[in-house]
């Protein structure tokens, strides 16, 4: 009997001490340690925090589902719609307002935690969005010189950073391939002007003829768009596994 409770209490102490190898482990993570972030990420990072950015957007998958997980967004939109994302908001994301230290801030942590990770699972490499559209595009020909020159703004100025042909286009913006068949030129010509007040759709101060330009641009998509969206949908999802859409009830 003795024997027995000898060997019981050498087996509890290799189970309690593979316990707390193992927590060591997971909270330590000796063997792949994240980098630091950098000073003035750090104060991004805090200002993500203060305002419980993490409660509508997810990081590396973890977090709200309200809004857009953040991971490996940011290198997609430009500065100026990032900052005017950060000030006066967007759709149901509220206006925070904040200063310009405070939004160069947030930037660059949100640049840094997209060099550490991706938002979710892949098989293989993955296309970001924005390369994907633009390789259909100048897949498509040799451009005629007003619409090649709509295309040259309209990548510059980051539109197909958040203008995607998909249901998961950045701040539920209009797919740029159906924009042309559903709002009015004289509408366009005013927003590619003046932008959108209230919402993430900067202020772009195009000069008429660029305007015209990114309305050939819009006009060409539009004749173009039921291949370039059949194309796109099929492209984006080849190489990803998403965790949404594994049926985990039919796993124990």
């Known amino acids: 009997m003795a024997v027995d409770v000898r060997t019981r209490q050498l087996l509890l102490a290799v189970l309690v001490?593979?316990?707390?190898?193992?927590?060591?482990?997971?909270?330590?993570?000796?063997?792949?340690?994240?980098?630091?972030?950098?000073?003035?990420?750090?104060?991004?990072?805090?200002?993500w925090r203060e305002h419980n950015c993490q409660s509508c957007h997810q990081l590396y998958g973890f977090g709200g589902f309200l809004g857009p997980d953040l991971t490996n967004t940011v290198v997609e939109i430009s500065s100026e719609r990032l900052a005017s994302i950060l000030t006066v908001g967007a759709g149901q994301m509220p206006a925070f307002h904040l200063d310009e230290p405070a939004r160069e801030a947030v930037a660059i942590?949100?640049?840094?935690?997209?060099?550490?990770?991706?938002?979710?699972?892949?098989?293989?490499?993955?296309?970001?969005?924005?390369?994907?559209?633009?390789?259909?595009?100048?897949?498509?020909?040799?451009?005629?010189?007003?619409?090649?020159?709509?295309w040259e703004i309209a990548d510059a100025q980051g539109c197909i950073g958040c203008h995607l042909p998909n249901g998961q286009s950045l701040h539920r913006a209009a797919d740029l391939t159906k924009i042309a068949g559903s709002v009015?030129?004289?509408?366009?010509?005013?927003?590619?002007?003046?932008?959108?007040?209230?919402?993430?759709?900067?202020?772009?101060?195009?000069?008429?003829?660029?305007?015209?330009?990114?309305?050939?641009?819009?006009?060409?998509?539009?004749?173009?768009?039921?291949?370039?969206?059949?194309?796109f949908a099929s492209l984006a999802t080849s190489d990803q596994l998403l965790l949404s859409e594994i049926p985990w009830f039919e796993f124990e």
Do not use: N
Request: aromatic share 6%; net charge negative; proline share 6%.
């Open 184 to 231: 009015e030129h004289s509408r366009l010509f005013g927003v590619l002007r003046e932008g959108i007040a209230g919402t993430a759709m900067p202020r772009l101060a195009l000069s008429d003829a660029d305007c015209e330009a990114v309305l050939a641009f819009l006009d060409w998509l539009g004749e173009h768009g039921e291949g370039i969206r059949a194309r």
């Open 17 to 47: 001490a593979i316990f707390g190898l193992q927590t060591w482990r997971v909270y330590s993570d000796p063997s792949g340690r994240r980098r630091s972030l950098s000073p003035v990420a750090s104060d991004g990072q805090a200002i």
């Open 109 to 150: 942590f949100l640049r840094e935690i997209d060099a550490t990770g991706v938002s979710q699972p892949v098989l293989g490499e993955v296309v970001p969005p924005a390369e994907l559209l633009r390789d259909l595009v100048e897949a498509g020909g040799e451009l005629d010189p007003d619409v090649a020159r709509g």
